[in-house]
T-cell receptor
Framework: LAKTTQPISMDSYEGQEVNITCSHNNIATNDYITWYQQFPSQGPRFIIQGYKTKVTNEVASLFIPADRKSSTLSLPRVSLSDTAVYYCLVEHGSSNTGKLIFGQGTTLQVKP | EAQVTQNPRYLITVTGKKLTVTCSQNMNHEYMSWYRQDPGLGLRQIYYSMNVEVTDKGDVPEGYKVSRKEKRNFPLILESPSPNQTSLYFC?????????????FGPGTRLTVL
């Protein structure tokens, strides 16, 4: 499974757009990119998943360039409640173990 | 409400005293899994189960046992807990074992072994 690299921490202010970039230089053809969010003292929660180009849902957008060696999670107009750890995962499309490999994640601190 | 529940949420015990952490999901998911989360090490998978009576080891299975007698339940058993098993434990479930299926995590169980 591809190793991912993300910034350890980021700060933002309420109302701003936040972009968290994840590097996955060794991503394979069948790999997908998935982001999870974890609030303190809670389990991780699925945010978004994509393979290429752009994916958008009610929570976030995911931008994946053509070479797929990186991806950017975009959170529009963050609020204090978006303070959490964000994990970028690369998952093999044909894997059947269901194992998720979590790195250190990015701790996002949203300030008033 | 669709959810994964774990009990207990907090537990302090002593070395060698057998304990069980229960996990239950109400989404009729086939796949269930246990992770432990430690500072600086992220989440690591302990065991997983693809269906009833089908379980397999994850990355850190030593010192743990699991069983899957019913689809909804996946208890984690520590036969003889040791201090290095002090951790935050999460149970997760998903529709299928394929890695692309969204996994739903429980609220966590914070275990301290003295």
């Amino acid at each position: 499974l591809a190793k991912t690299t993300q910034p350890i921490s980021m700060d933002s202010y309420e109302g701003q757009e936040v972009n968290i970039t994840c590097s996955h230089n060794n991503i394979a053809t069948n790999d997908y990119i998935t982001w999870y969010q974890q609030f303190p003292s809670q389990g991780p929660r699925f945010i978004i998943q994509g393979y290429k180009t752009k994916v958008t849902n009610e929570v976030a957008s995911l931008f994946i360039p053509a070479d797929r060696k990186s991806s950017t999670l975009s959170l529009p107009r963050v609020s204090l409640s978006d303070t959490a750890v964000y994990y970028c995962l690369v998952e093999h499309g044909s894997s059947n173990t269901g194992k998720l490999i979590f790195g250190q994640g990015t701790t996002l601190q949203v300030k008033p | 409400e669709a959810q994964v529940t774990q009990n207990p949420r907090y537990l302090i015990t002593v070395t060698g005293k057998k304990l069980t952490v229960t996990c239950s999901q109400n989404m009729n998911h086939e796949y269930m899994s246990w992770y432990r989360q430690d500072p600086g090490l992220g989440l690591r998978q302990i065991y997983y189960s693809m269906n009833v009576e089908v379980t397999d080891k994850g990355d850190v299975p030593e010192g743990y046992k699991v069983s899957r007698k019913e689809k909804r339940n996946f208890p984690l058993i520590l036969e003889s807990p040791s201090p290095n098993q002090t951790s935050l434990y999460f149970c997760a479930s998903s529709f299928s074992s394929g890695s692309l299926y969204e996994q739903f995590f429980g609220p966590g169980t914070r275990l301290t072994v003295l």
